[in-house]
């Protein structure tokens, strides 16, 4: 009940509501979040090309490195992704899957990787995006 009034009363806040009755949507609702262009302050942007974003927008998905991690962030939802990250020479470093619908953003750390040249590549059914960066 308190997050109901919470709710209610951020709703009112912002203009949301009237003084009419309302039925309240008891459901979850989505907070839209301001895009984000760049990653993160401390980040090195990493350039990201493919289909992945094609009619969608060229910060539907950010990335950046750190001197120990990178940071991928989604502007948007794309469902079930795979990250991957190869090393200069095709290798795979690392491989996870990550839920956009619940997960805006992930940080992956890479501190104990060897100095060279990565690829990162975000992938689902619909396409891909990749981009390389420079571990020193």
Not at 6 to 18: A, H, K, N, R
Not at 91 to 118: E, K, W
């Amino acid at each position: 009940m308190k997050t109901k009034t919470l709710l209610l009363v951020g709703l009112c806040t912002i203009g949301l509501c009237s003084w009419e009755a309302q039925a309240v949507n008891t459901k979850p609702i989505s907070i839209i979040k301001s895009e984000m262009a760049d990653p993160p302050q401390g980040y090195e942007k990493i350039d990201l090309q493919g289909s992945l974003m094609y009619g969608i927008g060229p910060n539907a998905i950010v990335a950046g490195a750190s001197d120990v991690d990178i940071y991928i962030g989604f502007n948007q939802s794309f469902g079930n992704v795979n990250i991957s990250i190869y090393n200069g020479m095709g290798n795979l470093a690392y491989s996870t899957v990550v839920n956009t619908d619940v997960q805006p953003s992930i940080i992956i750390p890479f501190a104990n990787v060897l100095s060279g040249t990565y690829t990162v590549e975000v992938s689902n059914a619909n396409g891909n995006v990749e981009g390389d960066f420079n571990k020193d």
